[in-house]
């Protein structure tokens, strides 16, 4: 990266950080939106901007795929795949039609590698097939209160009618985190799982790159697609605070997101000011260099 590219990424850094829009000119300029983001500290607001703007919330969505397969589904419940999941494109890990899996399995192919044939594959599992299922995802939105919110599919593919804002994505999260076996899903860095006869079997590593980086990490669930930009929602937690980040429409994420949390745990510290944890943040953040940028093949 030269120099100038790089003092462009700090500027756009810190206009995130300080919670000042980007300008409709540099908007226009850059043909990118200006991001979203949301900052609760214990369940209270902290910090936010154009977090009441309706975004596309990428696969930001399988947090409510998740909730509702696990409070409609047995865990060990096996599920054949369909053709349709085994077709399904972006982010996916090769399963086949006809493959065997058990719910639990597949839930954690979709919240940790973000793996949109599994989701498909519990979709189709839970309701017969993906429309019935997405009308069972905007019910349960409804009984949220997620008022900015409406499903078009279960992985979270650009569609004009799919839709949120950083407030229903926190408060998804907030539910789905309630659940023991969500939270703990998203709380690993990575997982193998296997077909019920054992003869395939996939790794997964979570795209959560803050997980085992990030002092505290604990969750949640990342989301990438042309429309929706980079797209986040990040928990941690240090003593008895926990702090939820939401990021939607965002350029880089992985900038932007250690900084809204340390200036989150620095705000609630009890003496307000750094401790030696969020010191040492710096040193421990995924390495720029290596991480994604606006747009990757690799949708989710």
């Not at 999260?173 to 006869?197: C, G, K, W, Y």
């Not at 042309?226 to 605070?241: H, K």
């Not at 994420?253 to 943040?281: G, I, K, Q, Y």
Request: charged share 25%; net charge positive; with cysteine.
């Amino acid at each position: 990266m030269d120099f100038f590219a790089f003092v462009k990424k700090c500027a756009c850094a810190a206009i995130l950080i300080a919670g000042v829009p980007v300008s409709t000119a540099d908007a226009a300029r850059s043909h990118h939106p200006s991001p979203t983001y949301l900052v609760k500290i214990n369940g209270q607001v902290f910090r936010q901007q154009n977090a009441d703007i309706r975004r596309a919330p990428a696969s930001l969505t399988k947090m409510m795929t998740a909730l509702v397969v696990m409070e409609r589904c047995d865990l060990d419940e096996v599920v054949v795949v369909s053709r349709s999941a085994a077709r399904e494109t972006g982010s996916r890990i090769g399963l086949r039609r006809g493959d065997k899996v058990r719910v639990r399995d597949l839930l954690a192919a979709a919240l940790i590698a973000s793996a949109n044939d599994a989701c498909r594959a519990l979709a189709d599992h839970t309701s017969g097939n993906q429309k019935d299922f997405v009308v069972q995802m905007n019910a349960r939105a409804r009984a949220l209160d997620l008022v900015n919110t409406h499903f078009t599919n279960a992985c979270g593919h650009d569609n004009k009618g799919l839709y949120s804002n950083a407030h229903d994505m926190a408060r998804l999260a907030e539910r789905a985190m309630q659940l023991p076996r969500f939270a703990e899903l998203v709380s690993r860095r990575s997982m193998r799982i296997s077909t019920v006869d054992g003869k395939r079997t996939y790794y997964l590593r979570n795209k959560n790159r803050l997980i085992g980086r990030y002092p505290g990490a604990i969750g949640v669930k990342t989301g990438t697609t042309p429309n929706a930009g980079q797209c986040l929602v990040a928990l941690a937690e240090r003593e008895e605070r926990k702090v939820l980040v939401v990021i939607m429409h965002s350029q880089n994420r992985w900038r932007a997101a250690p900084a809204l949390l340390d200036a989150a745990f620095a705000a609630s510290s009890p003496r307000h000011v750094p401790s030696n944890d969020t010191e040492s943040t710096s040193a421990r953040r995924p390495d720029e260099a290596s991480q994604e940028g606006t747009v990757v093949p690799d949708q989710e």
